[in-house]
């Protein structure tokens, strides 16, 4: 099955600079890579997303790049505020027979310091 | 936008009792349910996959018959723990997805189980 690795653990940055989140999967079949913030005890939100047909996505403050020969993906948050700490989920889509299932990574947490 | 409600969002039950946590899709016909369980501080681990009208496919290591999943309509599925032992208790979240896809992956608010 897919396996999902992300690093770092922790993240901490100052306000105003910049923070990277990697991430690589094992199975290269995925074809959609999305990014979750979570804050505690609520449910992830989606911030952004990537499909495997494209190398790059940018929303406003967050973007996100995908090499496919690589297997691996990255978050990019420019100028960070304090109210982006949480923790933030990369995932991978792959088939488990039942459905298009997310596999995630193993969170990274990021305090934001003002 | 696609909205899925879990309820409870928390439960304190006894050892040795069930419990049943609910999702239900308000706007949307959630085709597929996915539960995850997710411990303290870590990541969320898939345990089982339900499409409508159909058994849930559990991953490896996942009891069925501890996990109990049913998904018997297009905007409701739960999830029963069965004798629900003090080591079951975490955060249990699910997440649903449509047929196509419209509204990607739905997550619940989850439901913070205890069992003491």
């Known amino acids: 099955g897919e396996n999902v690795e992300q690093h770092p653990s922790t993240l901490s940055v100052q306000e105003g600079d910049s923070a990277v989140i990697k991430c690589t999967y094992s199975d290269s079949a995925s074809n959609y890579f999305p990014w979750y913030k979570q804050e505690l005890g609520k449910r992830p939100q989606l911030i952004i997303d990537i499909r495997s047909n494209v190398g790059e996505k940018k929303d406003q403050r967050i973007a996100v790049t995908l090499n496919k020969t690589a297997k691996h993906f990255s978050l990019h948050i420019t100028e960070t505020q304090p109210e982006d700490s949480a923790v933030y989920f990369c995932a991978a889509r792959s088939n488990n027979n039942a459905g298009n299932m997310l596999t995630f990574g193993g969170g990274t947490r990021l305090m934001v310091k003002p | 936008g696609a909205v899925v409600s879990q309820h409870p969002s928390r439960v304190i039950c006894k050892s040795g009792t069930s419990v049943k946590i609910e999702c239900r899709s308000l706007d949307f016909q959630a085709t597929t349910m996915f539960w995850y369980r997710q411990f303290p501080k870590k990541s969320l681990m898939l345990m089982a996959t339900?499409?409508?009208?159909?058994?849930?496919?559990?991953e490896q290591g996942v009891e069925k018959d501890k996990f109990l999943i049913n998904h018997a309509s297009l905007t409701l599925s739960t999830l029963t723990v069965t004798s629900a032992h003090p080591e079951d208790s975490s955060f249990y979240i699910c997440s649903a997805r449509s047929a196509t896809g419209t509204h990607g992956y739905t997550f619940g608010s989850g439901t913070r189980l205890t069992v003491v």
């Open positions: 339900s499409n409508e009208g159909s058994k849930a496919t559990y």
